[in-house]
């Protein structure tokens, strides 16, 4: 861990704090119509950083947890809280790491020193894919094309707001909510979501 990543950590607590009083990336979006996908997440895959190729399919029946990552950022920290949550509710929530460089340049490192660092830093032991491109353009993984296109997922054209944002999909594939960096993936709006 360098010494900006040890930095960050520290003042993670502070910075969550900062952003709530301010009101900065605290917003929480959800599907209150129910909508269902016109198109299904499961016929979608992606591969690991490691090499391997993982199918939704496979995730049918539990809830996903689709976050966008970076090493060198003020919430990095939460790939602890990520971790704690794959932990004690991987029975009910799969977390998938989408490692991005799209914002602030705060995610340069290889595949490999991306994992490395997840790894020994924090213990994560959830799929993370390998390095995506999130937002909306050409290049945009194309799960996260299904996460913010209405046209696919039947209701959210919200791309990420930042690294962190978080997007959750029940058991039967419907995108139920998005969640900003600042809502922690431990504290109790994410966890009612998960367990409901």
């Not at 016109?38 to 090499?51: R, V």
């Not at 971790?83 to 799209?102: E, R, T």
Request: proline letters at 4%; charged letters at 20%; hydrophobic letters at 35%.
């Amino acid at each position: 861990m360098t010494i900006k990543q040890k930095v960050l950590k520290a003042l993670y607590p502070v910075w969550i704090a900062a952003t709530k009083l301010a009101g900065k990336n605290t917003r929480i979006i959800y599907n209150e119509k129910g909508n269902r996908p016109p198109e299904s997440i499961y016929n979608l895959q992606f591969e690991t950083g490691a090499g391997n190729k993982i199918n939704l399919s496979q995730f049918r029946g539990q809830k996903m947890l689709f976050v966008n990552t970076a090493s060198d950022c003020g919430y990095t920290a939460q790939y602890a809280e990520l971790q704690q949550l794959h932990l004690h509710s991987g029975d009910k929530v799969i977390v998938l790491g989408f490692p991005a460089n799209d914002f602030g340049q705060q995610e340069q490192g290889t595949n490999e020193e991306i994992q490395a660092f997840c790894s020994v830093n924090f213990g994560a032991s959830f799929p993370l894919a390998k390095k995506s491109v999130v937002i909306k353009n050409s290049e945009q993984h194309s799960v996260y094309q299904w996460l913010t296109s209405k046209g696919r997922n039947g209701w959210n054209n919200k791309q990420p707001s930042w690294n962190f944002s978080k997007y959750l999909v029940n058991e039967q594939g419907i995108l139920t909510h998005y969640f900003d960096p600042s809502v922690s993936p431990v504290k109790v709006e994410v966890l009612r979501a998960i367990n409901s």
